[in-house]
Protein backbone atom coordinates (compact mmCIF):
# COMPACT_ATOMS: atom_id res chain seq x y z
CA UNK A 1 0.00 0.00 0.00
CA UNK A 2 1.59 3.85 -0.66
CA UNK A 3 1.32 6.34 1.28
CA UNK A 4 1.92 10.19 0.99
CA UNK A 5 2.86 11.66 4.34
CA UNK A 6 3.24 15.61 4.10
CA UNK A 7 5.35 17.89 6.22
CA UNK A 8 6.12 21.84 5.99
CA UNK A 9 3.13 23.81 6.97
CA UNK A 10 2.51 26.67 9.78
CA UNK A 11 1.91 30.16 10.20
CA UNK A 12 3.86 32.65 8.31
CA UNK A 13 3.73 36.37 7.59
CA UNK A 14 2.57 37.37 4.17
CA UNK A 15 5.84 38.27 1.80
CA UNK A 16 7.08 35.05 3.61
CA UNK A 17 8.29 31.78 2.80
CA UNK A 18 7.34 28.47 2.83
CA UNK A 19 8.53 24.39 1.61
CA UNK A 20 5.77 21.89 1.70
CA UNK A 21 7.49 18.42 1.35
CA UNK A 22 5.74 14.98 0.68
CA UNK A 23 6.94 11.40 0.50
CA UNK A 24 5.61 8.40 -0.84
CA UNK A 25 6.16 5.29 0.63
CA UNK A 26 5.63 1.50 -0.23
CA UNK A 27 7.10 -1.03 -2.24
CA UNK A 28 6.68 -2.15 -6.15
CA UNK A 29 5.40 1.02 -7.62
CA UNK A 30 5.95 3.88 -9.89
CA UNK A 31 5.32 7.50 -9.86
CA UNK A 32 3.85 8.91 -13.15
CA UNK A 33 2.94 12.13 -11.26
CA UNK A 34 2.95 14.18 -8.44
CA UNK A 35 1.20 17.69 -7.57
CA UNK A 36 -0.12 19.75 -4.92
CA UNK A 37 -3.49 20.90 -4.36
CA UNK A 38 -5.24 23.28 -1.96
CA UNK A 39 -8.42 23.59 -0.49
CA UNK A 40 -9.19 27.01 1.71
CA UNK A 41 -12.50 27.55 3.69
CA UNK A 42 -15.72 27.25 1.80
CA UNK A 43 -13.81 26.88 -1.54
CA UNK A 44 -13.34 24.00 -3.75
CA UNK A 45 -10.23 22.22 -4.08
CA UNK A 46 -8.16 23.35 -6.70
CA UNK A 47 -4.77 22.58 -8.20
CA UNK A 48 -1.69 24.61 -7.44
CA UNK A 49 1.05 22.92 -9.49
CA UNK A 50 1.87 19.49 -10.99
CA UNK A 51 4.86 17.86 -12.05
CA UNK A 52 4.92 14.73 -14.38
CA UNK A 53 8.99 13.89 -15.56
CA UNK A 54 10.52 17.10 -16.25
CA UNK A 55 7.34 19.06 -17.19
CA UNK A 56 5.94 21.72 -14.03
CA UNK A 57 2.34 23.10 -14.73
CA UNK A 58 1.30 26.07 -12.16
CA UNK A 59 -2.39 27.77 -11.79
CA UNK A 60 -2.21 31.24 -12.91
CA UNK A 61 -2.83 32.49 -9.32
CA UNK A 62 0.93 31.32 -7.77
CA UNK A 63 3.04 31.70 -11.36
CA UNK A 64 6.02 32.81 -10.35
CA UNK A 65 5.85 32.50 -6.76
CA UNK A 66 5.55 29.06 -6.09
CA UNK A 67 8.15 26.05 -7.46
CA UNK A 68 7.14 22.08 -7.52
CA UNK A 69 10.47 19.90 -7.89
CA UNK A 70 10.78 16.19 -7.29
CA UNK A 71 13.92 14.23 -6.15
CA UNK A 72 13.05 10.72 -7.80
CA UNK A 73 15.56 9.25 -5.82
CA UNK A 74 13.39 9.62 -2.50
CA UNK A 75 9.64 9.81 -4.04
CA UNK A 76 9.54 13.11 -2.87
CA UNK A 77 7.96 16.12 -4.24
CA UNK A 78 8.62 19.94 -2.91
CA UNK A 79 6.51 23.17 -3.40
CA UNK A 80 8.72 26.09 -2.25
CA UNK A 81 6.42 28.75 -1.60
CA UNK A 82 7.70 32.43 -2.09
CA UNK A 83 5.86 35.93 -1.55
CA UNK A 84 2.85 34.37 -0.13
CA UNK A 85 -0.36 36.07 0.38
CA UNK A 86 -3.19 35.83 2.89
CA UNK A 87 -5.15 34.27 0.02
CA UNK A 88 -2.71 31.44 -0.13
CA UNK A 89 -3.84 30.14 3.33
CA UNK A 90 -5.84 26.62 2.66
CA UNK A 91 -5.07 23.11 3.46
CA UNK A 92 -2.64 21.87 1.19
CA UNK A 93 -2.99 18.20 -0.23
CA UNK A 94 -0.46 16.14 -1.80
CA UNK A 95 -1.42 14.06 -4.71
CA UNK A 96 0.51 11.46 -6.32
CA UNK A 97 -1.07 8.96 -9.56
CA UNK A 98 1.03 5.78 -9.05
CA UNK A 99 1.65 3.11 -11.04
CA UNK A 100 1.80 0.06 -9.14
CA UNK A 101 2.34 -3.68 -11.47
CA UNK A 102 -0.66 -2.73 -14.36
CA UNK A 103 -2.68 -0.53 -12.82
CA UNK A 104 -2.82 3.47 -12.03
CA UNK A 105 -4.63 5.05 -8.73
CA UNK A 106 -4.69 8.48 -7.37
CA UNK A 107 -3.35 8.97 -4.10
CA UNK A 108 -4.11 11.61 -1.63
CA UNK A 109 -1.51 12.74 1.82
CA UNK A 110 -3.49 14.01 4.52
CA UNK A 111 -3.23 17.79 3.94
CA UNK A 112 -1.24 20.37 5.90
CA UNK A 113 -2.70 23.75 6.82
CA UNK A 114 -0.95 26.98 5.58
CA UNK A 115 -1.86 30.15 7.18
CA UNK A 116 -0.47 33.84 5.92
CA UNK A 117 -1.34 36.32 8.26
CA UNK A 118 -1.66 39.51 6.72
Known amino acids: QVQLVESGGGLVQAGGSLKLSCAAS????????MAWYRQAVGKQRELVAR??????DYSDSVKGRFTISGDNAKNTVYLQMNSLKPEDTAVYYC?????????????WGQGTQVTVSS
Open 26 to 33: GSGFRINS
Open 51 to 56: ITGGST
Open 95 to 107: NAYIITGLRGNNY
